[in-house]
């Protein structure tokens, strides 16, 4: 077993329901022969630069991420995509520690097949920013300003689908404007959404 990184050691150590699962998760994944980090806020575990799965909490489940989880097989079919929107990323959501040891075989097998995607040199083939729809309100500000369309198609692609979806996100039409109208300066400044 990899030994725990120190610096990872309060997300372990602090008060809350998901502490006895996700130091189960911890075992388990470091069992694996993985590196352990924090990134994110979160334990995250790599081989060598690349990461292959992060341990995380919210109010209702804690859950396992596999980065690369859309080229696993998932004979178990329990990995879930978070959104529509996430492309590559899947996860293994659990109520309790109790699920964790029983399936604490099957989690080991993804997490080496996820290695072995990685080893391999696999690609989750992503979507292109063109086929991500454009919200009308942003599209018709993008046709009256062609500064702020030369802004928006210079950032990074990464860049570009974070507005996309944030503006798209928006069930009302005064919220997408709204929103646009927040982050066009900072568009314009050539900065994604979490940019200083």
């Known amino acids: 077993m990899n030994n725990p990184n120190p610096t990872v050691d309060f997300y372990f150590n602090k ?8 130091t189960q998760l911890r075992e388990i ?12 806020g979160h334990p995250c575990y790599t081989l060598g630069k690349s990461n292959i799965v992060l341990i995380h909490d919210f109010k209702e489940y804690c859950a396992l991420l596999f980065f690369k989880g859309a080229l696993l097989k ?16 899947r996860q293994i959501r659990f109520t309790n520690a109790q699920e964790i040891i029983e399936m604490s075989s099957v989690l080991k097998s993804y997490i080496n097949e996820a290695i072995a995607v990685e080893k391999s040199g696999l690609k989750v083939e992503m979507k292109k920013t063109t086929e991500f729809a454009i919200p009308e309100e942003f ?3 993008l046709d009256q300003s062609p500064d702020l369309k030369a802004a928006f198609e210079a950032l990074t692609q990464g860049r570009q689908r974070a507005y996309l979806l944030y503006f798209s996100s928006a069930k009302q039409s005064k919220t997408r ?5 927040k982050f066009m300066p900072q568009i314009l400044a050539g900065k994604g959404m979490d940019d200083e």
């Open 15 to 22: 008060s809350g329901k998901w502490q006895d699962a996700v």
């Open 29 to 40: 994944t470091l069992g694996c022969g993985l590196t352990e980090e924090l990134k994110w």
């Open 74 to 89: 998932d004979p178990q079919q329990i990995l879930i995509r978070q959104t529509e929107n996430v492309q590559a990323a």
């Open 139 to 141: 599209q018709t500000r």
């Open 177 to 181: 404007v709204s929103r646009i109208e």
